[in-house]
């Protein structure tokens, strides 16, 4: 088995190559400079981007694993969610890729690839608590066996990754937001917290736009009153009291949720599982449950993720029990003479 997996959806452009199992090259053309200028992304530009780039990354993915493309048995593409333009790029050259060599091409859910992250540092075991905590996504997801996703809660608003950037960026902080807050607040260990409310949602559900809101409120009232400017310190408790209450939801309703549906494992996946105060709160449970982090390098967006995916896809011979709603699954084998 030899996959070449691309993913597009958002900012960065990606291929990797996985052979048997094993990564054999992961190469991401990220974008986050070209749209640090606009203070989030832009969607036409990411587009532009991917279409500039995604030829020389799929080259340098095989080149690097030392991989001819006759060797390839599967392609892999993320299908969805995401940019609708950015995804486009990304399907598009799979398709040509597949139909070239003849062979099929597997449709990756994005946040199944998220939380398939983790299989580059452990095996599952089920039934698992996973949570998925991304730049457009928040979910806490019962999965009973491979591939299979039940979303018992989820936000009812902004997802946290959304959240903590917009934050950021009402304290003065780079785009992505996240990436900052976390970085200063490993940089003031000894800055203490403000307390914030704890959102009422039911069940397993989360909520972070009252939170921000909250935040971004009391941030310009505080702005107003001392002549546009926010101080380092206040900008370090900003960073830290929204780290803390953001965090401590997800890990709350997570660790419930693990509880009532007798998970033996809880695993965390997206771009905020990067994070270091959720890796080091979800690890505090490791002698209650099983707990799997995602390798920092596997946690913000990149095609190996897309790739373990598709290689479970296949092995399951392309049978999904239950998917994650409303994205259609590619999976078609392409006849190149038809
Ligand atoms: P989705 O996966 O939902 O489609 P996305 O692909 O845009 O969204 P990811 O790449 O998974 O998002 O993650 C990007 C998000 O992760 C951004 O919101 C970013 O701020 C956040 N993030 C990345 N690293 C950290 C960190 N160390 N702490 C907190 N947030 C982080
Ligand atoms: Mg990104
Ligand atoms: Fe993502």
């Known amino acids: 088995l030899c996959i070449l997996a691309l993913e597009s959806s958002c900012d960065e452009t990606a291929a990797a190559v996985l052979k048997d199992g094993e990564m054999k090259s992961n190469i991401i053309s990220t974008q986050i400079k070209e749209h640090q200028k606009f203070g989030g992304v832009y969607p036409e530009l990411a587009s532009r981007l991917h279409l500039q780039n995604v030829a020389s990354v799929i080259f340098m993915a095989l080149d690097k694993a030392g991989i001819k493309p006759e060797e390839l048995t599967h392609v892999a593409v993320t299908a969805g969610p995401g940019l609708p333009g950015a995804l486009q790029v990304g399907v598009i050259a799979a398709k040509t890729v597949a139909a070239y060599l003849g062979i099929p091409l597997i449709g990756v ?10 299989e580059y540092a452990g095996d599952f075991h089920f039934p698992m608590i996973a949570c998925l905590a991304s730049g457009g996504n928040s979910e806490i997801i019962l999965m009973k066996d491979h591939l299979d996703f039940e979303i018992v809660g989820q936000t009812l608003d902004d997802a946290i990754g959304e959240a903590f950037d917009k934050v950021a960026r ?13 970085k200063l607040c490993k940089a003031h260990p000894e800055v203490k917290p403000f307390k ?62 693990a509880e009532d549906f007798h998970a033996k494992m809880v695993i965390i996946g997206g771009g905020v599982s990067a994070n270091s105060y959720l890796r080091s709160e979800v690890l505090k449970h490791k002698d ?10 596997c946690t913000t967006d990149n095609a190996s993720m897309i790739a373990k995916a598709a290689d479970h896809i296949i092995d399951a011979g392309y049978g999904i029990k239950r998917y994650y709603p409303n994205i259609e699954v590619i999976n078609n084998n392409i006849d190149p003479k038809g």
């Open 109 to 118: 859910h994005h946040l199944a690839g998220h939380l398939y992250a983790n």
């Open 196 to 257: 914030l409310p704890f959102p009422r949602v039911p069940g397993y559900n989360l909520s972070y736009s009252g939170l921000k809101s909250a935040i971004i409120r009391k941030v310009e009232q505080e702005k107003a009153q001392n002549g546009g400017k926010l101080s380092d310190e206040r900008v370090i408790e900003y960073a830290k009291s929204v780290e803390v209450a953001f965090v401590n939801q997800f890990v709350r309703k997570a660790f419930k949720a």
């Open 170 to 182: 009402e304290i003065g902080l780079p785009y992505p937001g996240g990436v900052a807050i976390d």
């Open 288 to 297: 209650e449950y099983e707990v799997l982090i995602p390798p920092m390098w």
